[in-house]
């Protein structure tokens, strides 16, 4: 991308920054701006309460996760900027700014502050402070941070004339607002794509690849109808579960390697944690061999299920996970496809136990049916959905590797606005918005 630049510049020593342009001035956050931190509201949260608690969560998500609450002891002004005060080491909440952009209902949570501006166009304000390097450089990356008023106040302000203020706001409105709407055509398309891959794996290993075949009833509700020549079997009498696990008497300086459920994604195992067993938690209990599957029983991480298919020395899971080894009946990569239909995934959901974090017994999973082919068919279903799952996978990767582009470059463009290393005048680049 090119850009204008300013005629001339003048030198800062600034950590993140060596010079503006000559014209611009630096300013204290206090003299240009009202600062207040939020109260504490946990005790009125309330779902039928009429305001909305505006915590870190809230800030973060842009408004998409929140909680009511019945009393408002902080309210919220149109064109405050709210931010986040305190974050988890590199969390990605602390600094974060919301724009309130018009009447509300908000009320302001604790470790979450309201900035007023007073003497400055607010919408540019809220470019500048937004996840700003200077407040990201206080996380040390082992200690919760805790930005204090002080901090919020000495904030060294980039400020250009108030014309320039509203030219530069009005520039990174409309262009962010152009590649939000192209990050949001991404989204929609990875979830059509999610979709499309659900359906294709749910239809083979329940109805198979000949559309023409005879079809009988399976006598069991939420399967219905499967192809006249298969059989419907519980996983029980087809495989095995939590064969084997590590005996108490394991000495603590045995080294594995430990996958937890963060682990592990649909259909892979992303990556494990190398440590002794004296330092594992002691959930690292499941002892994984070639050709097992893991499954998750938690609900929260319900897809998260995976074959081990290459050889795994020492690996151990958590017992968050139901190993499951196919017997001779079973192909596993057709084990595989079977435990991610949605047949299979809406019926463990719907027999999970528990409020905040269902689960089900791994002793009560493997007692549920699944349709079953000779093993031939089920190897000629599962290379199918190889194929098939593998090049819809790539274009979500290329839809994800998208998103990312143009987020970068959203922030990119912001940060070079607010700073001056460019001048913008108003027009909209076309190759700003592209993902290319």
């Not at 005790?43 to 998409?64: A, H, L, M, Q």
């Not at 399976?218 to 519980?234: A, D, M, Y």
Request: charged share 25%; net charge positive; aromatic share 10%.
């Amino acid at each position: 991308m090119k850009y204008n630049k300013y005629q001339e510049y003048k030198s800062l020593s600034f950590p993140f920054l060596d010079k503006i342009p000559a014209e611009w001035m630096v300013v204290p956050l206090y003299a240009l701006s009202n600062f207040r931190q939020g109260k504490l509201h946990e005790p009125y949260i309330d779902e039928n309460g009429k305001f909305i608690c505006i915590n870190s969560r809230f800030v973060s998500t842009e408004g998409k996760k929140f909680k009511h609450c019945s009393v408002n002891l902080s309210p919220v002004k149109k064109s405050d900027i709210l931010m986040v005060m305190s974050d988890l080491p590199n969390g990605r909440a602390l600094a974060k700014a919301l724009f309130v952009k018009g009447e509300n209902n908000y009320a302001l949570n604790q470790r979450v502050c309201a900035i007023t501006p007073t003497n400055i166009y607010p919408k540019f304000l809220y470019y500048q402070l937004n996840r700003n390097a200077y407040f990201l450089s206080f996380d040390d990356g082992s200690n919760q941070t805790n930005l204090s008023n002080y901090d919020f106040k000495k904030y060294p302000v980039l400020l250009p004339s108030e014309e320039e203020q509203k030219t530069i706001a009005n520039y990174l409105d409309s262009t962010t607002a152009k590649i939000d709407t192209l990050i949001e055509k991404q989204t929609k398309l990875i979830a059509l794509l999610k979709e499309k891959r659900q359906a294709v794996i749910s239809t083979a290993v329940t109805r198979g690849l000949d559309n023409t075949v005879a079809m009988k009833d399976s006598g069991v509700e939420w399967l219905g109808e499967i192809p006249e020549h298969w059989e419907v079997k519980k996983l029980k009498y087809i495989s095995s579960v939590n064969d084997d696990s590590l005996p108490d008497n394991t000495s603590d300086e045995l080294e594995i390697n430990y996958i937890d459920i963060g682990s592990v994604t649909t259909g892979y195992i992303q990556n494990y944690e190398t440590m002794s067993y004296g330092n594992a938690p002691s959930r690292a209990r499941r002892i994984i061999k070639d050709g097992d599957i893991l499954v998750s029983t938690v609900r929260t991480y319900l897809k998260a299920i995976a074959p081990v298919s290459s050889s795994y020395n020492n690996y151990i899971a958590s017992t968050g996970f139901a190993v499951i080894r196919s017997g001779k009946e079973l192909n596993t990569n057709f084990t595989k496809y079977a435990l991610l239909s949605n047949y299979f995934i809406d019926l463990v959901e719907s027999c999970s136990v528990g409020v905040s974090y269902p689960a089900i017994n791994a002793s009560d999973l493997v007692t549920f049916r699944i349709s079953l082919p000779s093993i031939e068919e089920q190897k000629e279903i599962a290379l199918y959905l190889d194929t098939k799952t593998s090049k819809i996978d790539t274009l979500i990767t290329k839809a994800t590797k998208a998103i990312n582009l143009l987020r970068e470059k959203r922030t990119a463009l912001i940060s070079l606005a607010v700073t001056g290393k460019i001048k913008v005048n108003g027009e909209i680049r076309e190759d700003t918005v592209k993902c290319e």
